[in-house]
């Protein structure tokens, strides 16, 4: 298995019998970085390796993804961002830590963001990266615009088409994730790609239902946080894309509506940001830990 280079690795319990495969390196305050699809911890290693010079760094596969457990789903609530971000929590305690900084990508990002409405008492700084929380998402991918988040849609659908149609062909549909997004595509190496390709091809139905989680219970718990106005109480950096040109939304409005002590910074790289301009992010989070 690829590792980041200097970090220990642990197989740590979360919830019950199912364990994440964590590394963590370095000493200090603690943070907590979340991968996103189709990838594992190891879209960290640079950034990761930049904080541990001062922060205790706890970099895990997500519930479902990579070497952490991917328990059936038989509720439809499994693979929730309120349960994962549960998990989230509970891995930090059981390293020592009530507070923690938080940094999410992508699926990563919207576990993040449920962490910090959920639990505000634990994240003391919060960074969901290229992402939108998922009520918003929703609302913007209409006409033209959702053809850019089909996987959104197939994945949304019954269990049953989505897995089979994903599992013929898995290479070739996490593949063209890796490649589509990504505007360097040096900064995914081939050993680190054909570590994500291996972990999503043994990872079909949990992604899958992570997905459908969104459709159905994510959205749900998001429209009824806004509607009691709960709002993110923490600093907050979010670093974007301008994806206006094909899924036109304001940001700092959308994102302003959630986070009341916001730093909105727009990006010139691909999606995968934390391997494309892994400086970029390691100095984005160390301002944010300095805020509040």
């Known amino acids: 298995m690829t590792k980041i280079d200097g970090f220990?690795?642990?197989r740590l319990p979360v919830d019950g019998d199912i364990a994440l495969n964590v590394?963590?390196?370095g000493a200090g305050s603690?943070?907590?970085?979340?991968?996103?699809?189709?990838?594992?911890?190891?879209i960290w290693r640079h950034v990761a390796a930049d904080l541990a010079a001062d922060h205790q760094v706890i970099v895990p596969d997500l519930r479902g993804y990579g070497a952490s457990d991917k328990p059936a789903d038989l509720d439809g609530q499994t693979y929730s961002k309120?349960?994962?971000a549960q998990d989230v929590v509970n891995l930090a305690r059981v390293l020592g830590h009530d507070r923690f900084a938080l940094a999410g990508h992508d699926r990563g990002g919207l576990v993040a963001f449920r962490?910090?409405?959920?639990?505000p008492e634990a994240v003391t700084h919060l960074a969901p990266i290229d992402m939108l929380p998922t009520a918003d998402m929703w609302e913007v991918m209409n006409g033209v615009a959702g053809v850019i988040g089909f996987h959104l849609h197939l994945m949304a659908q019954p269990p049953g088409l989505p897995e089979r149609l994903i599992g013929a062909?898995?290479?070739a549909f996490f593949g063209y994730f890796l490649d589509a997004w990504t505007r360097d595509p040096a900064a995914i190496p081939a050993d680190v790609r054909a570590a994500y390709l291996s972990a999503s091809r043994e990872a079909v139905t949990s992604i899958v239902a992570d997905y459908r989680a969104s459709a159905g219970v994510d959205r749900e718990h998001d429209l009824a946080d806004r509607a009691a106005g709960r709002r993110l109480r923490m600093p907050v950096t979010v670093l974007q894309q301008d994806w206006s040109s094909v899924v036109p939304y304001d940001a700092v409005a959308l994102w302003g509506?959630?986070?009341?002590?916001?730093?909105?910074?727009t990006i010139t790289t691909g999606h995968f940001v934390a391997e494309e301009d892994p400086?970029?992010?390691a100095g984005a989070l160390r301002a944010l830990l300095g805020r509040g």
């Open 23 to 25: 590394a963590t390196g």
């Open 169 to 171: 062909a898995p290479e």
């Open 82 to 84: 309120r349960r994962m």
């Open 115 to 119: 962490a910090g409405l959920d639990h």
């Open 30 to 42: 603690p943070i907590v970085l979340l991968h996103g699809f189709p990838q594992t911890h190891l």
């Open 279 to 281: 400086g970029l992010v």
């Open 8 to 10: 220990d690795y642990h």
């Open 257 to 265: 509506a959630w986070a009341a002590d916001l730093e909105h910074q």
